[in-house]
Nanobody, 121 residues
């Protein structure tokens, strides 16, 4: 059973940076996709970024974060990171890590418990 544990959230001023981590266990991740979603109060959960564990580790980003956020992985630690720069108040949300085998949609995979990110103006 795959388990995901997020860390690194917190309070930061607009323009600042945070790095989120997601440590995965309980699976063999060489053919997994891992990613980040977020949910702001009163809004639906939305996709942020994803990275493929195989090959060159191609990535995808939501348009709203492209150029500001970067997703990366550490194969040895089974950990995915989300580096968030130039943060804006509208980035405030609970950020969730997700993981799924390559044949399964990321939204149908395993989820972490979430970590709060608050950006003050």
């Amino acid at each position: 059973q795959v388990q995901l544990v997020e860390s690194g959230g917190g309070l930061v001023q607009a323009g600042g940076s945070l790095r989120l981590s997601c440590a995965a266990s309980g699976g063999t991740f060489s053919s997994y996709v891992m990613g980040w979603f977020r949910q702001a109060p009163g809004k639906e959960r939305e996709f942020v970024a994803a990275i493929r564990w195989w090959s060159s580790g191609s990535t995808d980003y939501a348009a709203s974060v492209k150029g500001r956020f970067a997703i990366s992985r550490d194969n040895a630690k089974n950990t995915v990171y989300l580096q968030m720069n130039s943060l804006k108040p509208e980035d405030t949300a609970v950020y969730y890590c997700a993981a799924s085998p390559r044949t399964v949609a990321l939204t149908q995979g395993s989820w972490g418990q979430g970590t709060q990110v608050t950006v003050s103006s």
